[in-house]
């Protein structure tokens, strides 16, 4: 063998021992331990260590400065230390903590982060401005955990928040976030949707509110939401009562689902919302009264044809008929649709008493005490403070119309500590 061959040769073994990087190619360092790195479809660089039975976090001096995406989903993982400093990873925008063991959530300090996904842990609470330090996030998801009440200020700082998802907690009241453009909240025990919930979210676009424990969308529940297209509120078993005023000024909602859920009667909504053009009403017991009216001449035009075999109870619960072929009389007598058999409370507590009724007139409604002979609201409402064990005994709710009279009676349980 010549030299010029030896040479050569020595040259071509060299080539072979060193890794070859194209401009594919990533990272230009070792990956940490249990990982993988590589570049996605969209030839993001991804640091994907999912599944891979981590104890912790990885060590973020071995993470490489330029990652794009982080998974770490579907570990052990039970805290973020305080001191974990991300700040140098300066292009990541996407970090998933999915299915892990944590129970809180320390500041991170990652001013690029657009998405992160803390789904399916055990976080029970958020802290002030816990997510100041990622101010650019668009999509947070933290479903599946086992938060109760979320305070305001825990999403200070997230002015382009536009995606939130907190389906499946244990929420019973809604976060106030005034940019936010879809919301997610399904499997919550949220019991009543009240006026000025959502009046901080403007620019909101989607609402689901599917499988919760909701009962009444009071007047007003949806208001003010210009933006508004879509609007779940399917599949809520315990959803008894829409006031007639629970969709107030949303030019733009499209689609509206209903299914599935106990209402025996809604009010004209289609004349209440210029852009419907997608509504569901199936799986509801509705009742075949005069409150019904509207629907069946609703059903009638030929764009609600999808509604022709939708179903109602006649009065006293016989024979289910199809809405478009019940003949509907004007008036009806006013029907009490949701109200409580029983109220327990303790010594010193605020009473409050509520139901509702319909009818065609409206009924006119007050709340009276046999014990002392009084009328004590005329509203649908009552509240007694500081109640004692005077305040204990059987309340009624009255409605009446010139078609008639129905009552209602509550029995009111004062407790001692």
Request: glycine share 4%.
């Amino acid at each position: 063998m010549t030299t010029a061959q030896s040479y050569r040769l020595i040259c071509l073994l060299i080539l072979v021992a060193i890794p070859v990087y194209s401009r594919h190619s990533w990272p230009s360092t070792p990956c940490p331990n249990r990982c993988k790195c590589y570049r996605n479809t969209d030839q993001l660089k991804v640091l994907n260590c999912s599944s891979s039975g981590l104890m912790q976090f990885p060590n973020v001096s071995r993470i490489p400065f330029d990652v794009n995406i982080i998974d770490v989903s579907t570990n052990f993982i039970e805290f973020i230390p305080d001191d974990v400093n991300m700040h140098q990873l300066h292009e990541l925008v996407a970090l998933d903590l999915s299915a892990n063991f944590l129970s809180n959530f320390t500041r991170l300090q990652i001013p690029t982060l657009s998405t992160l996904d803390l789904s399916n842990n055990y976080i029970t609470e958020l802290s002030d401005a816990v997510f100041s330090g990622v101010s650019a996030l668009r999509n947070l998801n933290l479903s599946g955990n086992r938060l109760t009440v979320i305070e305001a200020a825990a999403f200070k700082g997230l002015v382009s928040l536009w995606h939130l998802d907190l389906s499946r907690n244990k929420l019973i009241s809604l976060p106030v976030l005034d940019r936010l453009h879809r919301l997610i909240e399904v499997y919550n025990p949220i019991k009543f949707i009240r006026e000025g919930d959502f009046t901080s979210l403007p620019n909101l676009r989607r609402i689901d509110l599917s499988r919760t424990r909701i009962e009444i969308v009071e007047e007003g529940g949806f208001a003010n939401l210009p933006s508004l297209a879509w609007l779940s509120l399917n599949d809520n078993p315990r959803l008894v009562f829409l006031h007639p005023e629970s969709f107030k000024n949303l030019p733009s909602l499209s689609t509206l689902f209903l299914h599935n859920s106990n209402l025996s009667t809604i009010h004209n909504v289609y004349t209440k919302l210029p852009a419907l053009q997608n509504w569901t009403l199936y799986g509801n017991p509705l009742v075949c009264d005069c409150n019904m009216k509207w629907l069946k001449e609703y059903i009638n035009k030929d764009s609600a044809k999808h509604f022709n075999r939708l179903l109602c109870y006649p009065e006293g619960r016989g024979k289910l008929q199809l809405v478009r072929n019940v003949k509907f009389d004007d008036h009806c007598l006013p029907r009490i649709v949701h109200c409580p058999s029983m109220v327990q409370l303790y010594e010193g507590q605020l009473l409050k008493l509520s139901c509702q009724a319909i009818g065609n007139p409206v009924p006119k409604v007050h709340w009276y005490f046999p014990k002392t002979e009084k009328i004590i609201s005329r509203s649908d409402a009552a509240h007694i403070e500081n109640v004692n064990r005077a305040h204990g005994g059987v309340y009624e709710f009255v409605a009446e119309s010139s078609d008639g009279i129905v009552r209602h009676q509550v029995e009111v349980k004062v407790l001692f500590l």
